[in-house]
């Protein structure tokens, strides 16, 4: 045999160099599935992860993210109750991650790469057979706390609808933080004193200044809009208008935007109706220092409904929040459990399977707030705190989102004698 032994020696040396881990092949699936739909341009996070030369340099901050469950944003305690949408990690695609940077971040083979996803750049829920565009721009300043931002579209339908899908779109992504869409019937008190299109804080209210008819739509960062599930629709009886909330976060650079609201009508009558309600508790007062302080709100169903997903807002005292159910026979059920609540990120949490909750459920919802000088967010620990609209007041709304059948009278949702927002018509 003439083989060199230098020979001998590289050939084992050359199998082990080949990376076990690399980014074509393990670490980009990952990406696809886990981060692409924020971390892609355009989108809320600060960087694209999508090829190999965007991702090399962040290979050490992605895994300390992960590690630490900074990313993916998540926050519904494991194991308490199953989500469509959870983006959480499985272990062995944390360990991929680990062993990618602590390898050095090796490139790979390109042919191993999946396809590329693509994306839809224009609107997520398809063209909308209507949009609504702000008429006017609001100037946003380079610095400061914005007052939430209300304004009312000129949308006064001159018929019912039934919505299959909405979606709002911010005119300008680095300052938009959050779009709400509320509904207004016609003859609404609420904001009566607003122009069409033209943008207003909203004035102190009261019982007298009316409230919306109830959340119908919402832009938060990383999650695209999409239709109400199982063909339902929201309706929107003749007359109704539509008022964004907006709120904006300056970000050093003074900026304008139009954000829009893009509409799909139903062709036909939808299979349900899909339907908004908060489990709210509007009368507390957290006291100055508070580090635990509780709010519970109560509503007892009083029908057979379906559960599509749970929200929990709360604002910068926010610190935990947790839905149940108290069943009919006296069994109780944690829907969700988030223990530690961020209010950067106002995540909806999908409900898996179909759950119905039959008449009779109490559905109880507990805010823990602290409002101690512990709490990094918290604006001022010597203030008693209340209800109000700015990030500074606090808000205690445990939002669930229902499908309902769609000749539902809307008084008989709850055995308790409903608020004056549940008592619009009914198709
Ligand atoms: C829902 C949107 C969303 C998803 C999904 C998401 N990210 Fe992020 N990510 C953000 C945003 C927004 C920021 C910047 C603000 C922040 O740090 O919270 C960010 C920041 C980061 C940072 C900088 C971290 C730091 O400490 O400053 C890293 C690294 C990161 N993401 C990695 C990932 C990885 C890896 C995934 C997938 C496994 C992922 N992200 C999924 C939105 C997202």
Not at 91 to 96: C, L, M, N, V
Not at 324 to 329: L, Q
Not at 347 to 368: N, Q
Request: glycine residues 8%; aromatic residues 8%.
């Amino acid at each position: 045999m003439n083989l060199c032994p230098a020979i001998l020696l590289l050939l084992p040396l050359s199998v082990a160099a080949a990376p076990k881990v690399t980014f074509h092949k393990n670490v980009a699936p990952i990406l696809q599935a886990r981060c692409q739909a924020c971390h892609r341009p355009g989108e809320a996070a600060p960087m694209p992860l999508i090829t190999y030369r965007e991702t090399r340099p962040w290979a050490k901050a992605m895994k300390a993210a992960v590690l630490t469950r900074k990313m993916p944003p998540w926050f519904a305690e494991p194991g308490v109750s199953h989500f469509k949408n959870d983006r959480t990690l499985a272990k062995q695609e944390i360990d991929t991650l680990v062993e990618w940077a602590d390898k050095g971040a090796p490139e790979g083979n390109p042919d191993e790469a999946p396809p590329p996803l693509v994306f839809t750049t224009g609107w997520s829920i398809g063209q909308p057979d209507q949009v609504f565009e702000m008429p006017q721009a609001f100037e946003v300043p380079s610095t400061g706390i914005v007052d939430y931002q209300w304004v009312l579209l000129p949308t006064r339908f001159a018929e019912d609808k039934w919505i299959r899908a909405i979606e709002l779109r911010p005119g300008n992504r680095g300052v938009v933080h959050h779009i709400a869409a509320f509904a207004r019937r016609g003859g609404s008190k609420w904001l009566a004193e607003a122009k069409p299109g033209v943008p207003v804080p909203k004035a102190p209210g009261g019982p007298e200044a009316g409230q919306s008819d109830g959340l119908i739509g919402e832009y938060v960062p990383g999650l695209p809009a999409k239709p109400f599930p199982d063909g339902s629709a929201l309706f929107l009886p003749a007359g109704s208008e539509i008022v964004l909330q907006l709120h904006y976060t300056p970000n050093g650079k003074a900026a304008s935007d139009r954000s829009k609201l893009g509409l799909i009508f139903a062709s036909e009558q939808p299979r349900s109706r899909f339907f908004y309600f908060g489990v709210t508790n509007m009368a507390f007062v957290i006291p100055p220092g508070e580090a635990n302080h509780s709010v519970t709100a109560r509503v007892t169903l009083g029908a057979d409904v379906r559960l599509i997903d749970l929200q929990p807002h709360m604002h910068l005292r926010g610190k935990s929040f947790e839905f149940r159910a108290v069943y009919p026979d006296g069994s109780q059920e944690v829907l969700l459990r988030v223990p530690r609540y961020d209010f950067n990120w106002q995540l909806t949490y999908e409900v898996a399977g179909e759950k119905i909750l039959p008449r009779g459920t109490r559905i109880e919802a507990t805010a823990i707030f602290d409002n101690s000088p512990n709490n990094p967010r918290n604006p001022n620990p010597e203030a008693e705190v209340r209800n109000g609209d700015q990030t500074t007041d606090e808000m205690m709304a445990g939002v669930m989102h229902l499908a309902l059948p769609v000749d539902f009278d809307l008084r008989k949702l709850f055995l308790r004698p409903p608020s004056p927002a549940y008592e619009r018509k009914s198709p």
